[in-house]
């Protein structure tokens, strides 16, 4: 059995992103598809080469969170900006909402705080713009034309797909920094330039060394495979 916080410590020293010493307390929070869970281990003892054989200093503890929530409030938002997006798709254009939903994962994947940061997804060419314009026009709601030709999202709409899962990490990483020396960020949305940001910047000044990998999405698998192999 190879714990999953053992396997992400592992990958972040095999990378070369920490080197840890015996006794360091170390939060690693890994922030998920569906949960953030955090725990603080400390270091009792290295492998060879690997990584270190570590025990829990209090029990584990997170939140329901991370990168599907994101995609929720992102879809949520969509609903609020296109009120007859879910209903076109389900009526007229089934792949529309596939379409969208990876043209988003690239977008959130870029989204790094800028304040200048927009971006376009077209309707044009799935008739999603005549179907809203229609929908508007029963309504008695008026927009300019080029309004309907695509969704726009401006930095306040990516903060509000991002912040509260981000406040939600921050606030949980808060409760435990004060009894470790490291804090590793790890897990699918860690990949975030707007999460590191936003992580590094809150706790800017404070003590504790802050690592979040170069491809946090692999800490776990990978470092499993570290692990694995250097007891064979």
Partial sequence: MILETEAASAFCQNDGCITLTTEERVLLADVGVGTIELVVLEVIEFCAGTGAIKFEVPPSYGALGGESYVDEHFFNLVEEKVPCFFDFCVQECPALSEELFHWWQCQKMAFDGSADFSANFVLIKSGLSKAWMEYDRIRHVHREESEYWSLFLNFHDF??????????????????????????????????????????????????????????????????????????
Avoid at 189 to 209: N, V
């Fill in 159 to 232: 903060k509000r797909a991002f912040d509260t899962e981000v406040d939600k990490l921050i606030d949980l990483i808060s409760q435990k920094i004060d009894m470790v020396q490291v804090v590793m960020v790890v897990g699918a949305l860690a990949a975030s330039p707007y999460l590191m940001k936003r992580t590094h910047e809150h706790f800017k000044g404070r003590e504790q060394r802050f690592v979040i990998p170069e491809d946090p999405r692999l800490a776990v698998c990978v470092g499993g495979i570290l692990l694995y192999f250097s007891t064979e």
